[in-house]
């Protein structure tokens, strides 16, 4: 361009017009390049949720069978197994002893236990007949839901050529339905996938982001406002800020090996207890809590601090009752996205033994359970084949909460930003 006579018309010459067509189709290139990467990226999103949605919807519902269950009347304590065992025999009267037996095997192996939990709750059923809904074993389940192919040979299948003609009867009989799983929600886990739940999980889940908010939101904002409004810029603040940049990159794995050495070994806490959780994931959130609050706090004008301070307002005056109020959206929005990274996190929770076969959901902080991300390594490794939907289930469940706190952000920045 240095080379083109402007008083002749350089501008407008072959080679000026050449190098602005080479800029035009480099901005071409950029712009096609930038929607190639978004439609890739869009496309691996959509093909990783129809992966979970194709493989998972089928947890959110369970075959069950209804019986017809009697209790004999005068017994304080009826033998469950044995009335289980006579309800579903009775749907096949006239049957020999093989296909009873092998009618008995439709049913879930907790079925007598729904029963007991259903009779203790309404004791006036005993000596009466009354009818109650059970879930089917997982092969049935599996069979219902066309995991099982029937054209299989019966050698390779999981149910027998008597078990479909018997499963097939009770479908027949109108006895066999498939409503909404609200055992994924209300139970724990159980080795029976038709049993297994995430209500251990879940609240295993809260409590330990509850601790994680509880330490990590006072602490982190508290030492933010003094990095930013009130320590010296020294070299030790500027040690002290490098290292929080950096505890922010560290991999979770490390913060696992931290609180197994402290937590656990030196202060004798509990294993695979939420709080521990709770505090392992309250030292890797701590870094990015900091890293928002004091990005929320350098964008507070200038000129409201100095129109504080012009009319007579201390230096803490000015920060708590000017400059955090009108950075608490983006203190909220970061503190909200770390507390979502880490519902996420599985590795730390693995090495406090947050990965336990617990059966019952935990009662306080202080007892043995299992969180989100950790019931889903334990479901993913499991060889039963009715834990494959599950897992993605799970997986969809824990999506649907992060994508709730992600909104929760965005709601909040929203409700309470103010521009100048």
Known sequence: MADIDIAAGGWTSE???????????????????????????FAMLLTLLASLVITGFRAFTQTHVTLQVTLPPGDETPSFRAATRGAIEALFEGADE??????????????QYIIESHVAANPDLIGQTFSIRVPVSDPYDQLAKGLIDRETPEALRRVSDAGIAAFDRLSEAGLISRPFNTALFVNAD?????????????IGSFYALLTCFLISFPIGIGAAIYLEEFARKNRLSDFIE???????????????????????????????????????????????IIIATRAALKAVPPSIREAALGVGASKQQVVFHHVLPLA?????????IGLAQA??????????????????????????ATALPTQIFIWADS?????????SAAILVLLGFLVLMNALAIYLRNRFERRW
Not at 24 to 41: D, F, M, P, Q
């Open 15 to 41: 080679a000026s017009r050449e190098n602005v067509r080479r800029r035009r189709r480099g901005e071409l290139w950029l712009k096609a390049a930038g929607l190639v990467a978004i439609t890739i990226a």
């Open 98 to 111: 093989a296909q009873k037996r092998e009618a008995s095997r439709i049913l879930s192996s907790g079925a």
């Open 190 to 202: 159980s080795r029976f996938p038709e049993l297994a739940g995430l209500k251990g999980a879940i």
């Open 242 to 288: 490098i290292n929080i940049n950096n505890l922010a990159a560290v991999p979770s794995v490390v913060f696992g090996l931290l609180a197994l050495a402290v937590f656990l070994n030196w202060f004798g806490l509990p294993r695979g207890a939420p709080f521990v959780g709770g505090l392992t994931l309250a030292l890797m959130t701590l870094p990015t």
């Open 328 to 336: 608490m959206p983006g203190i909220l929005t970061g503190t909200i």
């Open 343 to 368: 519902l996420g996190e599985t590795a730390p929770l693995l090495l406090i033994g947050m990965n336990a076969f617990i059966t019952a959901a935990p009662s306080t902080p202080f007892d043995s």
């Open 383 to 391: 060889p039963e084949r009715g834990f494959v939907s599950r897992t």
